[in-house]
């Protein structure tokens, strides 16, 4: 069956270094990725989209990587700061629908001053 | 910025009772959808809406769930007889040709 993880358990990053999402799926040849930050209580809000041909995409602090092979993409934030906490998302096309994306279940990313 | 809004942000309603959930879709989007979300679990997909009908629903879009698009920006979810299980956040999207979806804040749906 298609599957998607992410780190199940919250992430504790300090303060200015760079914290790293993962996202791994099974069963799937999606086209494209997405990742998204959701906020507690709010609607998922888009950050970066990466397509299957390409390798890395950036985004100001923000850097994904997408490795079709080992079926895994990278959510990099460098630099990070304390508003960087919230619960991160990936999100991928299934491959035969052109409607619907399927979700992880989101990492939970805490940022410590 | 354009943005879809949801209304209301927040209704209480008793089981059995029909609500209606509604969102303004951003305008020049072709393709709307519903999302749940329970508390603490992960973003579920219900249905989406492109043409003018439904394109896919999931196995959670029973015949309790339908969707209507009764004018150029609205785009409602209605749930006849609620359930206990349907309190949760319900998220509206949409999105033009492009895998960018845009949500709404959500409506917060308690079902006593």
């Known amino acids: 069956s298609q599957k998607i993880e992410q780190n199940s358990e919250a992430l504790n990053i300090q303060e200015g270094k760079t914290a790293t999402l993962t996202c791994n799926y099974t069963n799937y040849s999606p086209a494209y990725l997405q990742w998204y930050r959701q906020d507690p209580g709010r609607g998922p809000v888009f950050l970066l989209l990466?397509?299957?041909n390409e390798k890395e995409k950036r985004k100001e602090r923000l850097k994904v990587t997408f490795d079709t092979t080992l079926k895994q993409s990278l959510f990099h934030i460098t630099a990070s700061q304390p508003a960087d906490s919230a619960t991160y998302l990936c999100?991928?096309?299934?491959?035969?629908?052109?409607?619907?994306?399927?979700w992880g279940a989101g990492t939970k990313l805490i940022i410590k001053p | 910025e354009p943005e879809v809004t949801q209304t209301p942000s927040h209704q209480v309603t008793q089981m059995g009772q029909e609500v209606i959930l509604r969102c303004v879709p951003i305008s020049n989007h072709l393709y709307f959808y519903w999302y749940r979300q329970i508390l603490g679990q992960k973003v579920e997909f219900l249905v989406s809406?492109?043409?003018?009908?439904?394109?896919?629903k999931s196995e959670i879009f029973d015949d309790q769930f339908s969707v209507e698009r009764p004018d150029g920006s609205n785009f409602t979810l209605k749930i006849r007889s609620t359930k206990l299980e349907d309190s949760a956040m319900y998220f509206c999207a949409s999105r033009e040709n492009t895998g960018e979806l845009f949500f709404g804040e959500g409506s917060r749906l308690t079902v006593l």
């Open positions: 809406f492109y043409n003018n009908e439904i394109s896919e």
């Open positions: 999100a991928l096309d299934d491959g035969d629908s052109n409607y619907q994306l399927i």
């Open positions: 990466i397509r299957e």
